[in-house]
């Protein structure tokens, strides 16, 4: 893989900073790659090699690519940290091998920003917003480890894009969470940074970008605003120290970091269901939590379907907590047996979640509940995908 031709276009009121990236062993056409955001904060925004080496680097590895050449320079940090993350993927698959990476400029320590400032992601999702409570209950605004920047991504999902480029409905979705997390950053004294990437166009499929492609590619992000951060955190996703593969993950997060940009995987052994007692106390996140898949879009003036894995899920655990009647980012005030039934459980990740939900349920009396969800934890784990090693 060849990344060719960094660089800096300005779109009028935004910036975009790409590359083109060319496949060398794999029969693919060249392709865009770009991390876009609107003014003021695009001024920060840079053509980092470091954040397109990072966001291209797990899907070389998957489709055997044999190098990673860039223009420009890495940092010597991100370099061994890379080194050591395609050391895991080849334990975790075995069709993943360690490539070389050739960086025009050689390798060179980056350097921090003065005065340092902490980043986090933020989609208005549990995890992110956890990460968020928690730190404003650790941390003055004053101090360098407090959040000061949220970064929001469109592009995570390759059903918001096209050929012809982002789909209408999709981003007019994302401008209306926008809209949302808008207001809580005033009322939260954060900035929200919106950025449009596009690195899940360079997974060939859904399992690549789970499995190593998902936390590398949203890290990346960080380091292409490394001007702005010396600090970003990255929300675990509520499975608690996850044994099995996943492309974020507390072993593989950690490498992904720069001389510049420290990389943290928050809240690694904090379990859903712990999170979401946090946020129940604090009502903005209950106006507005958004779990949802969006594989429908809801209808004009809902946040959540109410419908998909997550948002059943999400809802189960603030019915046990008895919070969900309070929760007015969903419409629904219950969960009936039936709807649980409709939830999908395609992998170990999910079925740990779900399973953490058995017993909390038990506990307030919804035994209906707790044995759906017992019988499709049982099918999964007695399924082929259930018993396959990763």
Not at 81 to 86: E, V, W
Not at 108 to 127: E, H, Y
Not at 160 to 174: D, I
Not at 178 to 202: K, M, P
């Amino acid at each position: 893989m060849r990344l060719e031709n960094l660089r800096v276009e300005e779109l009028g009121g935004r910036r975009r900073v790409a590359a083109t990236v060319v496949w060398e062993a794999v029969e693919r056409p060249r392709q865009l790659l770009y991390f876009e955001a609107a003014y003021p904060c695009a001024a920060d925004l840079e053509a980092s090699p470091d954040a397109f080496v990072l966001a291209s680097l797990p899907f070389a590895v998957w489709q055997g690519e044999k190098r990673i050449h860039v223009d420009g320079r890495i940092c010597t940090r991100l370099r061994d940290g890379l080194q050591a993350a395609m050391g895991i993927y080849a334990q975790w698959y075995r069709h993943c091998r360690p490539i070389a990476i050739e960086p025009t400029g050689g390798f060179v320590a980056t350097r921090p920003r003065t005065p340092p400032r902490t980043a986090s992601f933020l989609s208005g999702g549990v995890d992110g917003l956890a990460v968020l409570r928690a730190n404003r209950l650790d941390f003055p605004l004053d101090h360098p480890e407090s959040i000061s920047s949220c970064l929001l991504l469109f592009g995570a999902n390759d059903f918001e894009f096209t050929a012809a480029g982002p789909v209408a409905e999709r981003l007019a979705a994302f401008e209306r969470l926008q809209g949302r997390l808008d207001d809580l950053a005033r009322a939260g004294s954060f900035e929200l940074v919106a950025i449009h990437a596009n690195a899940r166009l360079l997974s060939p499929n859904y399992p690549c970008w789970t499995s190593i492609g998902f936390g590398a590619a949203n890290v990346a992000v960080a380091h292409a605003f490394s001007r702005r951060f010396t600090k970003v955190l990255f929300a675990s996703d509520g499975a608690g120290v996850n044994p099995h593969p996943a492309g974020a993950h507390p072993l593989l997060d950690q490498h992904f970091s720069t001389a510049a940009v420290h990389v943290r995987h928050e809240h690694a052994a904090l379990r859903r269901q712990d999170k979401l007692r946090l946020l129940s106390d604090w009502p903005p996140s209950m106006s507005l939590m958004q779990p949802c898949h969006y594989i429908r879009v809801p209808p004009e003036g809902q946040i959540n379907c109410g419908r998909c894995e997550k948002c059943v899920r999400t809802m189960l655990g603030l019915l046990a907590l008895g919070k969900l009647s309070e929760a007015t980012a969903f419409v629904e005030d219950d969960v009936t047996p039936a709807m649980v039934r409709r939830v999908p459980v395609h992998t170990r990740a999910k079925a740990a979640l779900l399973a953490d939900l058995v017993e909390p349920l038990r506990q307030i009396g919804r035994h209906d509940l707790a044995r759906v969800l017992r019988r499709k934890i049982l099918r999964f784990r007695l399924s082929p995908r259930g018993l396959r090693r990763h």
